[in-house]
């Protein structure tokens, strides 16, 4: 009774159906015990990419793995929850630990179009069309029981430490520390978790 308060009559119809997706996507494309996948979901590179036990997604996921050497450079560890129209995009390596809970409409991505002198290399706005410019990438690193945003967009070359929070909307252009919570465009830490004390400080 309460599954069908809470979905419907044909919000269990579309369920039952994915989870019966759900369980041919698990044997079948990424070997793993995966919870439900709800569709619908955009998979793109799928040997390129490797899914951890009990992964659950909200519906218009999109994960998109292409990588120069044919070798896994997308990489979702163990309980592991998205929620709708979260894009994750991966060239070199995305690395996302366990028990991490990512909020709808969230941008994960190792690449951009184009070298903007990080590298020393510059690409000239001017003459090369932004489709066409070379790719520049930098791993990104999520560890174990973060928690990210609604909206947040995480950018090449970050790694969100252990335990942190991302709060809604926020753009993340640089590390962030374990056990931190981080706000803003770009994000900076606004507290950090004292283990000492077990309390989080303003930093």
């Known amino acids: 009774m309460k599954l069908l308060n809470t979905y419907g009559v044909f919000g269990i119809i579309r369920l039952a159906i994915d989870l019966f997706l759900t369980q041919i996507d698990s044997i079948v494309c990424f070997k793993s015990s995966i919870r439900l996948i709800r569709r619908p979901v955009y998979i793109r590179g799928r040997k390129c990419i490797k899914i951890g036990n009990n992964f659950t997604s909200g519906v218009g996921l999109r994960l998109d793995a292409f990588p120069k050497q044919m ?18 995009g991966a060239i070199n390596s995305v690395l996302i630990g366990n028990n991490v809970l990512i909020a709808s409409k969230v941008f994960i991505s190792d690449h ?79 507290k950090t978790f004292r283990t000492d004390i077990l309390k989080w400080e303003k930093a």
């Open 112 to 190: 951009n179009h184009g070298y903007y002198g990080n590298s020393g290399k510059h690409d000239n706005p001017l003459t090369t069309i932004p489709k066409y410019r070379e790719l520049s990438s930098a791993p990104v690193v999520i560890e174990d029981n973060v928690w990210i945003g609604e909206f947040v967009s995480v950018l090449p070359g970050v790694t969100i430490g252990k335990g942190s929070i991302i709060g809604s909307m926020s753009v993340v252009t640089h590390d962030i520390p374990p056990a931190s919570i981080a706000v803003g465009t770009p994000a900076k830490v606004i």
């Open 71 to 88: 070798k896994p450079c997308l990489i979702i560890g163990d309980n592991v929850e998205v929620n709708d129209y979260v894009h994750i």
